[in-house]
Nanobody, 122 residues
């Protein structure tokens, strides 16, 4: 399994970024996918999840309405559109493969990439 994130960087508060994840080494269309993040000194948290067929997405309240996860099973790609970014969103963001095709609101992420840094600062 290989998950390669891109698209991170430095952005001002209120700005937007779009993260991309290229997946390979597994049958992408059979698994739920997600984005996790970890800030220094904080626990890893799930910020977005999408089922295998895009029929359901999930977000925690901290990012709901600002972040959008999408996927393209034909391209083995998943994206995270982040709008209205705040300093609290500063973290390393990881693309992750869930254990099954349906996200079950658990922490059952089996694989994740190397991460991409997102820094929100003026």
């Amino acid at each position: 399994v290989q998950l390669v994130e891109s698209g991170g960087g430095l952005v001002q508060p209120g700005g937007s970024l779009r993260l991309s994840c290229a997946a390979s080494g597994f049958t992408f269309g059979q698994y739920a996918m997600g984005w996790l993040r970890q800030a220094p000194g904080k626990e890893r948290e799930t910020v977005a999840a999408i089922n295998f067929n895009s029929a359901m997405t999930w977000y925690p309240d901290t990012v709901k309405g600002r972040f959008t996860i999408t996927r393209d099973n034909a391209k083995n790609m998943v994206w995270l559109q982040m709008n209205s970014l705040m300093s609290e969103d500063t973290a390393v963001y990881y693309c992750a493969q869930f254990r099954t095709g349906i996200y079950t609101y658990s922490d059952s992420w089996d694989y994740w990439g190397q991460g991409t840094q997102v820094t929100v600062s003026s």
